[in-house]
Structures are given as C-alpha cells and as structure tokens.
C-alpha cells in the first residue's frame, strides 16, 4: 500500500513539472512574437525599412549607472550608440508629441541620428522641449538651411531620423556635457567641434567661395540696405577725401609686370556671358521681326527677336542674308519676310501695311497673370516653330501635373511623333468637371471634347474625352513622367505637387469618407506611393497613413482632423461639381 501511495505521488510531481514547463514555453513564444511582430505602417512609412514594434524598456544613466523607469522609452536599439542613451524615439516623426510633451522644461544633450547613413548630430538645450518644436517646424528648418541637421531633416525625412535623450543635467552642465559627447561620438553633422560657439573656427575657401557664389546678385536693388539712399555732396566730398591720398589701400604702390601680364591674358581669354552678350544685342543689335506667309496677300508675325543673328539661328540661315532680305525686301524661300518694325506685310503692289490685330493688341495695357488671358485655338493650325515657342504658365502646369497624376496620359500619337500629347477621359457623370478643366487648357487643343462609348461586362458606358496638340512643352513632362513608358512618381514631386495640383489629383482620384478621404493611387507602386504621401506630410502638414488593397494596390488615407488643413489648400481651384469631394 505504501509503495503505491509512493508511486502515486511520484506521478503527481512529474505531471506538474511538464505542465510547468509546457506553460513556461507558450509564455515565452508568446512573449517573443508581441515583441518581434512589424506594424505595417511603421514598416512602410520608413521607405520599406522593417522596424520593430516601438516597446518600453528600463535603462541606466550613464552618470549614475541607476536604473531609471522610464516614462515612455521608445527603442529598438540593441547596440551602438544607443546603449548610453536615456530615451531613444525610433521614429521621432510619429512621436513628436510625446518628444515635445515629455520634455517640457528639462535641459539637456540630446542627438539626432540618420537610420540611412548612420551620421549624427549632439545638440543641447536649456529646455528641450522648446527646441523640438522647432525642429518639427518645417518653415524653421527652411530659415535654418545654413545648418546641416536642417538640411538633412529635409531631404530625408523626419521618418528617417531617430532622437535620443542622451543625458539630462544642470543649464550650467551643458557646454561641458555636450563637449564630452562631441569629442566621445565625433558627429558628422556637426561642423563645430568646440561646444558652445564658433570661436576660433575659420570657413575653407571652398566655403567662401560658395557663399560668396549663393549671395551674389541676392542683395541688391530694393534688398539692399542702403536702397533709397541719396548723399548730399558734401557727404560725397567727404567720402572721396577719406579714400583719397595715403589714406588709398594702394597709395604708393605699383603693379608688378608679372602681375600685369596675368591680368591682360586674363582680359584676352574673357568669355562674355549670356546675360552680357544679351544686353549688347539689345543696346547695338538691329531688332528683327519674322514674318510668316498666311494666305496670298497677308504675313503674320511669328518671332521678334534683338539680333539679326539670333533671328538667323532660328531659321537656320546666315545672319548676313537676314540683313540683305530685309534691305531688299524680298521674301526668304517664298515664305518669309524680315523687317526692323513691328508691321506686317502684305504682297499686294508689294506695299507694307500696319495689322490692325497688332494695333489693337499694342492699346492694350492691362496687366494681367501670365497664361490667364490665353484664348482658345481650336480649329487653328501652327507652325513647328510655333508650337516649340510655346511654354506652360506656372498655373497651367500645376493643372497638368494634378491631372497625369489622376486620370490623364501622356503619348505621342505615332511612332514617329517627335513630341507628346495630354489626353483626358471622363464618364458623362462628370461632363461638367472636364468642360472645366477643357476651359483652362483649350489654349491648346485644336478640337473640343468628343462623346466616346465603351461596353464594359455587358454594359455600354459614355464618356468625353479631349486631346492636346503634340508640343514640346508636353514632351518635356512625359520623359519626366514616364521614363521606362510606365507612369511614375517624379523624384521632383515636392516642387511638381503645387496646391493647384493638389485640387486636381483630388477631384480626379479623392475618394470622401465620413473620416476623412482617400486617395486612389492604385496604379502606382509602393516607393511612388510613400514619396507622394511624405510631399502631403512634410509640405502640407497633412496626417496621412497608407492603406493596403489586393493585387499589390496601395492608397493613401488623409485623416478627418487634417480635412480643415486641405480644404483651405485647394477649394479655391476646385470645380463647383467637385466641391462634394473635400465634404463640402
């Protein structure tokens, strides 16, 4: 009896240890995967780095070496530089209030870290707090370009960057706490070296150079500070006495020969510039105007230009023969004619007529915007040296921008087009929003917008759709938008993406939501997708998230709370039609 009491016992021990050890090993397992799992939006918005899930841990002062419980520690660190950090924000960007709030009123070194290059930045601040507002100011970071950090911040990104709390101290600890840190780290983005001030430090040529290069031209005329300025001529007296005599930098002194010879072969191999060469062709240049047959008895101005040599190399010609078929007065190649006035010609009884169309444009003297007051030509035809004189108003290509982004394309009409083409489509639900967007952009198009039907799963569709001309101008957005053939993103999008371009992605792929609104870039890739969200983050100050969607679509999600921000951004270049897609 004893011995199966025994063994019954012996059981009971061993049952209890294995489910012990079982229970300890799903604890375990289940621990790991909360600590190693990656939230998508973390992974993502760090241009496709897998980052960690942010968690808190317990960490010692690198004074003290106590162990300090943290508020809210955000770390992934496991090595580096960041063991002798106190706080550690992964992704300073998605914690910027916890940064600003958790650092009220405490001074301290704190530094910046690059998570794609690994340079570094140590920089300390009686109150910290007030210093990372700052940083998250995109216009500060603007006003402080001289700064490395600041350049650096916008270039990549405050998601690229990470911020650790490498020590808090005393306000009369800083300069000797920063300096240990910046002769311990020696950071990259730090151009001093001597915490505190810049004494001693002397800028290379190179810099010099490049400064004196940046500023050049910039203070002048009403920026400088002496604009507006008249001296009496006894203050000029005055000053020409002062400079006078010995009191001249280079009174008594003489050239050397070397030196004279280095300044005339100097003057001899002198490359006049653009600019100057410009301003001698309008000062002594002969103004010529070109003039192109339109019918029989008529010539229409196509190019004025302040040379007959720049007028020569925009036929192709001899400036010499410009000059001859201007004096004889002869027509070039039965087709054009040359004259030093703005009049246009006619070849009846071979007599010279001023254009009534060019009188009535010259009484014109209201300013306006460029490109507002361009006119629909449709059903007129253009010369090719017409067609390549044409250029995009700001305005203009701002519209065309926000439409390639959407729901326009580019192509050439055949294989071989030398230029490119805009078309538009949209279903006849939405006729009033392209007989919107055909008005600002029929200045271009040669014909109106036609009815097109498709049969989509059994179902006929209407739609209108336009077309431009073929024109250079659209050439140069179309290698810039389809490089490989393929629509893109543009590296360029921060400049491209203006408020006008905004309100046209928006009427053309938003999608309102009682939270906010969605935009539709399901044709674009990942990298495009977080390039175009970052330029709405970063330019904008609009909160943003990217939403995934089947068969590798991606969409970007702007929050309710930034809908106030956009609205006051694009409702004034929206469609009346199209208001509904802002909430309004």
């Not at 550690?88 to 650092?103: F, G």
């Not at 007599?351 to 361009?374: D, P, R």
């Not at 230029?419 to 967007?437: D, M, P, R, T």
Request: proline share 3%; net charge positive.
């Amino acid at each position: 009896m004893e011995a199966l009491i025994e063994l019954h016992n012996n059981i009971m021990f061993y049952l209890v240890m294995i489910l012990f050890t079982v229970g300890w090993i799903l604890i375990s397992i289940i621990r790991n995967f909360i600590s190693t799992r990656s939230p998508i939006s973390n992974k993502y918005l760090n241009h496709g780095r897998n980052v960690p899930i942010q968690k808190y841990s317990n960490v010692r002062s690198p004074i003290s070496n106590k162990v300090i419980t943290p508020i809210r520690a955000y770390s992934t660190y496991t090595e580096g530089i960041s063991g002798s950090s106190i706080k550690i924000y992964e992704n300073a960007y998605s914690v910027k209030k916890d940064i600003i709030n958790e650092n009220i009123g405490k001074s301290g070194i704190y530094m910046w870290t690059n998570l794609l290059t690994g340079d570094i930045y140590i920089g300390q601040s009686g109150d910290l707090s007030k210093r990372f507002r700052k940083y998250f100011t995109l216009s500060y970071l603007k006003s402080k370009e001289g700064f490395i950090i600041s350049r650096a911040l916008i270039k990549y990104g405050y998601t690229n960057f990470s911020l650790s709390i490498l020590e808090y101290c005393d306000k009369s600890d800083l300069l000797v706490r920063e300096q240990y840190y910046l002769d311990k780290l020696n950071p990259q983005y730090n151009i001093l070296k001597i915490a505190g001030n810049s004494l001693g430090y002397k800028h290379s040529q190179e810099s010099r150079d490049k400064r004196s290069k940046a500023l050049k031209g910039v203070y002048t005329g009403i920026k400088s500070a002496l604009f507006g300025t008249t001296y009496t001529e006894e203050t000029k007296l005055k000053m020409s006495l002062k400079r006078g005599g010995e009191n001249n930098h280079f009174y008594g002194k003489t050239h050397s020969e070397e030196y004279k010879e280095l300044m005339r072969q100097k003057a001899l191999n002198r490359k006049d510039l653009f600019e100057t060469k410009d301003k001698i062709s309008k000062s002594h240049g002969n103004p010529i105007n070109i003039y192109e047959k339109c019918s029989s008895e008529k010539f229409q101005l196509i190019g004025s230009f302040v040379s007959a040599r720049r007028a020569a190399n925009f036929l192709g010609m001899n400036g010499s023969m410009v000059i001859k078929y201007m004096k004889s007065g002869t027509i070039y190649k039965d087709r054009y004619k040359f004259s030093s006035n703005n009049r246009c010609f006619s070849t009846k009884n071979n007599t010279i007529q001023t254009s009534a169309k060019f009188q009535q444009m010259s009484q014109n003297i209201s300013l306006v915007a460029w490109g507002q007051n361009l006119s629909a030509t449709t059903k007129e035809r253009f010369t090719r040296a017409e067609l390549g004189m044409v250029k995009l108003p700001i305005n203009t290509r701002g519209v065309i921008v926000g439409l390639i982004l959407s729901n326009a394309w580019l192509r050439f009409a055949y294989k071989r087009s030398t230029n490119a083409l805009l078309g538009f489509k949209q279903s006849l639900i939405h006729s009033e929003y392209i007989w919107f967007v055909f008005s600002l952009l029929s200045h271009y198009c040669s014909s109106y917008p036609s009815l097109k039907s498709t049969v989509i799963e059994g179902n006929r569709h209407y739609a209108l759709e336009f077309y431009t001309r073929s024109m250079p101008c659209f050439t140069e957005l179309y290698y810039l938008f389809y490089p490989n053939g393929v629509k893109i993103i543009p590296e360029d999008i921060y400049n491209l993406l203006t408020p006008v371009a905004l309100a046209h992605l928006i009427m053309g792929d938003g999608s309102v939501k009682p939270h906010g609104l969605i935009l539709c870039t399901d044709s674009y890739s990942l990298k495009d997708v977080v390039r175009l969200m970052n330029v709405l983050i970063i330019k904008y100050r609009l909160e943003c998230t990217l939403r995934f969607y089947p068969k590798n679509q991606y969409r970007i999600y702007i929050k309710q709370s930034s809908m106030p921000i956009l609205r006051s951004i694009v409702i004034s270049f929206m469609a009346k039609s199209m208001l509904y897609k802002i909430d309004l």
